[in-house]
């Protein structure tokens, strides 16, 4: 494995600390973190990635021209996913996750127009999707 591969899967472990309040679950039943000045939501379905981006305030933040991607790591692989714009608030990617969401770590970066990227860690663990 590369050193940035080893970095990023210790740097995905170490993840649950910042969920130390407890997991956060967003409107469509996926984790939401904070993500900046936004609160953002990870839900995988299939081999779908979606991201919901919404305001401080909850209220879904036009992604028009918006850049996503998603760092996961599942099935002791990582894999990056681009993710577009898709209408709204979403941002979508395909991953290849072989069925298996059990422990599915994910570290997702969104870039705004003109802003900085912001980051947000998810773990997936046992979702059961």
């Given at each position: ?11 995905l ?23 900046g000045?936004y ?5 995988l ?7 919901y ?5 909850d ?13 996961i ?15 709204g ?22 870039t ?7 980051q ?10």
């Amino acid at each position: 494995m590369k050193l940035s591969t080893l970095i990023l899967a210790a740097a995905l472990l170490a993840a649950p600390a910042a969920l130390a309040d407890g997991p956060k679950v967003g409107p469509n039943g996926g984790p939401r973190a904070d993500a900046g000045p936004y609160h953002v939501e990870v839900v995988l379905k299939g081999n779908d990635v979606v991201l919901y981006v919404t305001d401080a305030a909850d209220k879904p933040v036009d992604v028009a021209g918006a850049k996503g991607e998603a760092t996961i790591l599942a099935n002791r692989q990582t894999q990056k996913v681009a993710l577009e714009p898709a209408g709204g608030n979403t941002l979508k990617g395909q991953a290849n996750l072989g069925g298996a969401h059990d422990s599915v770590k994910v570290v997702t970066a969104l870039t705004m127009p003109g802003q900085k990227p912001v980051q947000a860690r998810f773990d997936m663990g046992h979702s059961g999707h």
